[in-house]
Structures are given as structure tokens and as C-alpha cells.
């Protein structure tokens, strides 16, 4: 059984691949000659793809299976990778290639993160669920790396920016194979779901309220990676010692806290590491927020910690109120990741008008919305 789980392992490894977008972005910019609000567009075609794909991937997954539209999304992630690696595309061409890796990458997520429930023991799942997620923020750090690596190799340098491409490509097209050779049982509901059978999960207050907070938990996580950096130059530190100690800081804690969580979901409940994580990331980014620079180092440590679990928490426990509609709920949950798109505006807006660390009651009321979430009970949603 646990041999079945190595597979979907490697496609939440490959979907952090999609977060290097965003480093190369420069690269980019500098090929085409664009200006910075035009190479955004890179990550920027990845996370629409989120908003736009999500619900009719689960709807897909539905009919076809989750495993079916694991294949698709890795298929897809091919394609778009193969072509920046066989020759320079033009810029119209290469938006149309990383919206294409955005659209494989939200099938993976859609179909990767209730699949887990397939392949897992009786009881792993959230567990298994945690250290997926912090598999999948291996993969995000070690893309940025990997960038810069392979392009630095003479067999890849002529490449430029494309040096990371080939890579890609094969450990996707691995992926494909491994994939494919897996049997999985797949929980299935007895009538294929419709657009409306979906959306009508939102009428009931415990899905409703769970995709609410995975919209509130990413917009959070955002506006840290966006705002940690200039909050402590504020503080007096210089542009590296601000990088390297707030956003970078705050995601090697995320991925070393997603990897713990597998470990301590062994010795408690889903429901209490929930808890436990919320009231964490209120703590720490209320710290935050009062601007005493001592303790902002400690602050971004136990945000890192608190952030961690609360997607593979929060997703799990809601699947396990209604199993036979996991493909649903995943479309729904993946949609609201739209959240860090939307945020971080609020939260520019405060630190325009000044506010300083005080605008960082956006992540505060973001994470005392997931606390008294956690604070209610499991219970099974009520059948039509």
C-alpha cells in the first residue's frame, strides 16, 4: 500500500515546479524586452488558471477518475514544457505554454489531493496528505535552484532562460509513466456530478465555510510572501538580510512544518493539529504587526510553523465530512487558492496608506477566521 503512494508523492514534487515561473521571470524579461508588469504574466497565467479550471477539473475527475486526470495534468505539463525545450518560442507563444503548465498543475492539485485518500491506509490520510504538501514545497524551493543550476551548465548555457526546461520535462514525462502503471481503487459517487450538484456543496455550512477559509488561509500566506521582505527593511535591514530572513526564512519553515506534520498527525487528530496551527499563525503575525523588530525573526519562524498544515488540515477533514464527492470539494477548495491573487491587494492598499506593520491585520483576521473554524466539531454534512 505504501508503494501505491510514491507516484502521487512525485506529482506533488512536480507540482512546486510550477513556482519557478516566478524566478524566471527575469530571464525572461530580459529575452523579450518587457517591462516588469508584462513578465509577471508568467506566474500571473499559472495561478489564474486555478480560478478558472479547478471546479471543472473536479467535475472531470468525476467521470473519467481522479487517476485519468492525473495523467491529463502531467500530459499537459509535457506539452508546455517541451516546447520552450526544442526551440525559443515567441512571447505569445510562451504565455500559451505556461498556461497550459498552469491548467496541468491545477488537475494535478485537483486530482492529486483526494487521490492521496485512495492510495493511503486507513487513517494516513491526513498525514500522508501533510507530508504531500511538504513534498510539494521541496519541489517549489528546489525549482528556483534548479533555474539557476541548469542553466549554468555548459550543455545548457546556449539555452538561457529555457536551461531548466528539458529537466522538467523528463521528470514529468517519468512521472506519466509511473502513473499510469499504478492500480488504484477509486471511491466513486453513484451519479456523475453537474456544475449545479457542485456548487450546491456550497449550501451546506461546513463546505461553505471550509472553502472560505482555503481562501482566506492562501491569501494569507501571500501577503507574507509578499510583505515580509519590505516590512523588515523597515525595520532596518538591508534588501538581503530582509529576503533571507523573511520570505525565504518563511517558507523553508513551511516546508520543514508540512514534512513535521506528517510525523505529528501519527500522535494527534487532524482536528487539534488544526487548532493547534491556527492559533499559531494568529500569534505570530499579530507579533508582527506590533513592529517590534526583536522579535520579528522568531515571528516569521512561528508563522512558517502555524502556516503549514492548515491546507492539508483544513482539506482533508472537509473530505472526510462527504468522501464520495471528494472530486467536487477539490475543485471547489483548489478555486478558492484565487485568495492570494486578491489579499495582497487589500493588504497594498493599507501598506500604501501607511499603516506599516499594522497592515498586517489582513493574515491576523485571515488566521482568527481559521481558529474559530477549527474550533467546531467533525461532523458529517448532511445528505441530499
Same mark, same amino acid.
Given at each position: 500500500m505504501r508503494f501505491k503512494t510514491l507516484p502521487i508523492f512525485l506529482a506533488f514534487f512536480l507540482m512546486g515546479l510550477a513556482d519557478a515561473m516566478g524566478p524566471m521571470s527575469d530571464g525572461v524579461k530580459?529575452?523579450?524586452?518587457?517591462?516588469?508588469?508584462v513578465a509577471t504574466l508568467l506566474p500571473f497565467f499559472v495561478f489564474i488558471a486555478f480560478a478558472i479550471f479547478s471546479i471543472p477539473g473536479g467535475l472531470l475527475a468525476a467521470r473519467i477518475g481522479k487517476k485519468k486526470l492525473l495523467l491529463l495534468g502531467l500530459g499537459l505539463n509535457a506539452l508546455a514544457l517541451l516546447v520552450p525545450s526544442l526551440q525559443m518560442p515567441s512571447f505569445a507563444l510562451l504565455l500559451g505554454c505556461i498556461f497550459i503548465l498552469g491548467i496541468g498543475t491545477t488537475f494535478l492539485q485537483v486530482a492529486g489531493n483526494p487521490i492521496m485518500r485512495d492510495v493511503s491506509p486507513e487513517g494516513a490520510y491526513s498525514r500522508n496528505l501533510s507530508f504531500a504538501q511538504g513534498i510539494k514545497g521541496i519541489g517549489s524551493t528546489l525549482s528556483t535552484y534548479v533555474v539557476t543550476t541548469m542553466t549554468g551548465l555548459a550543455l545548457f548555457a546556449g539555452m538561457g532562460w529555457r536551461g531548466a526546461f528539458p529537466m522538467f520535462f523528463v521528470l514529468m514525462a517519468l512521472a506519466f509513466l509511473f502513473v499510469a502503471t499504478m492500480k488504484i481503487q477509486e471511491a466513486k459517487a453513484d451519479k456523475p456530478p453537474s456544475l449545479e450538484s457542485c456548487l450546491s456543496l456550497l449550501k451546506e455550512p461546513v463546505f461553505l465555510f471550509a472553502v472560505i477559509g482555503i481562501f482566506l488561509y492562501v491569501g494569507a500566506e501571500s501577503c507574507m510572501g509578499r510583505f515580509l521582505s519590505p516590512t523588515l527593511q523597515s525595520f532596518g535591514m538591508d534588501v538581503k538580510a530582509a529576503s533571507k530572513w523573511g520570505p525565504t526564512l518563511f517558507l523553508l519553515m513551511l516546508t520543514i512544518g508540512r514534512i513535521l506534520g506528517g510525523a505529528i498527525l501519527a500522535v494527534m487528530s487532524p482536528r487539534s493539529c488544526f487548532r493547534l496551527s491556527a492559533l499559531l499563525g494568529v500569534l505570530s503575525a499579530a507579533v508582527l504587526m506590533t513592529g517590534v523588530s526583536s522579535l520579528a525573526i522568531p515571528a516569521v519562524i512561528a508563522a512558517g510553523l502555524g502556516f503549514?498544515?492548515?491546507? /492539508?488540515?483544513?482539506?482533508s477533514i472537509t473530505i472526510e465530512n462527504k468522501p464520495e464527492c471528494a472530486n467536487e470539494l477539490s475543485g471547489l477548495m483548489c478555486m478558492a487558492i484565487s485568495g492570494g491573487a486578491i489579499l495582497p491587494l487589500?493588504?497594498?492598499q493599507?501598506?500604501?496608506?501607511?499603516?506599516? /506593520?499594522m497592515a498586517f491585520i489582513v493574515p491576523v483576521a485571515c488566521f482568527l477566521y481559521l481558529l474559530v473554524l477549527s474550533l467546531g466539531k467533525d461532523r458529517k454534512a448532511q445528505t441530499a
Open positions: 530580459k529575452q523579450y524586452e518587457l517591462s516588469n508588469l503549514a498544515n492548515i491546507w /492539508p488540515m483544513l482539506f487589500l493588504m497594498a493599507l501598506v500604501d496608506l501607511k499603516w506599516g /506593520p
